[in-house]
């Protein structure tokens, strides 16, 4: 991909160096049902990852597990140099900090304007005085293109500019890595194109992003590695000029020919 931003790269600091996001062994159940069943996989930092996989092959468990959302029993995950140990709720909560995500459904307090729906968390979570919540949420406004509609209420909105509502949200802890969970599946087909400019955009200011999507032509043009998951393991990974010309294993083919 071309970026504006320098390319993807391992984290330097305190003279080590290390993935933004290094995930080793994961493995998730719910109940019997082995959701993951070993993930690798280290993220750069500035990199864009596209996840996809057939429904079921645990890529929204994956990224939940990466923002703390889900606990897993056997592996590593590190995120920005800090360990996670399975089953440790107040590392979790800790991580989730630095760790964005947005969601199919767009989850705005419907009570609130989209002003204070993005304001919420840097005052309350960062304690941010209210004019410099209310300065940041205003220029994010206006980076996701919806600089008019800060005293608007969400239903007053489309399902695009919620989303996008939504997006300037998780950007408002300035977070490390943004994770999107199928964020246009939800919308009518003609609002998904604005969302994923948003996106788009953020991938070319440097944004490290990790999506799981559908939108294939997007995970093409955006990513800079694609993750193809299948049941529960990373089966294939690699840059989306090799992953979708050049499958190299029967499942992922299977998977690439019933998408078309
Ligand atoms: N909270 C839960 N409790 C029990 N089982 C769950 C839970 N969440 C997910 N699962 C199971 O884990 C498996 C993987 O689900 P997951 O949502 O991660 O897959 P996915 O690849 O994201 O699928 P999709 O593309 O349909 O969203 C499924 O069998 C699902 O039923």
């Not at 440790?88 to 991580?95: G, P």
């Amino acid at each position: 991909m071309t970026t504006t931003a320098p390319a993807a790269s391992p984290h330097a600091a305190n003279g080590l160096v290390y993935p933004l996001v290094s995930i080793q062994g994961l493995r998730k159940s719910y109940g019997a049902n082995e959701v993951l069943k070993g993930v690798d996989l280290d993220v750069n930092r500035r990199e864009v990852i596209a996840i996809i996989g057939k429904s079921g092959s645990g890529k929204s468990t994956l990224l939940r597990c990466i923002n703390g959302l889900e606990t897993f029993q056997h592996g590593s995950l590190t995120v920005h140099g800090q360990p996670l140990k399975a089953g440790d709720a107040a590392a979790m909560r800790e991580l989730r900090k630095g760790v964005g995500m947005i969601f199919q459904s767009f989850n705005l307090f419907p009570h609130l304007s989209v002003g204070r729906n993005i304001m919420l968390a840097p005052s309350l979570v960062m304690n941010l005085p209210k004019d410099e919540a209310r300065k940041r949420a205003e220029k994010l406004l206006s980076r996701v293109g919806l600089a008019d509609k800060f005293d608007s209420m969400p239903e007053q909105l489309s399902g695009g500019q919620q989303q996008r509502v939504a997006i300037a949200r998780a950007l408002a802890m300035e977070p490390e890595v943004l994770l999107c969970d199928e964020i246009t599946s939800a919308l009518d087909p003609e609002l998904v194109g604005e969302v994923l400019h948003v996106v788009e955009g953020l991938a070319l200011q440097g944004m490290t992003i990790i999506m799981v999507t559908h939108e294939m032509n997007f995970a093409r043009k955006v990513s800079d590695r694609v993750v193809f998951m299948h049941q529960g393991k990373v089966h294939e990974v690699g840059a989306p000029e090799q992953v979708f010309g050049n499958p190299a294993t029967p499942e992922l083919q299977q998977f690439l020919s019933a998408m078309h």
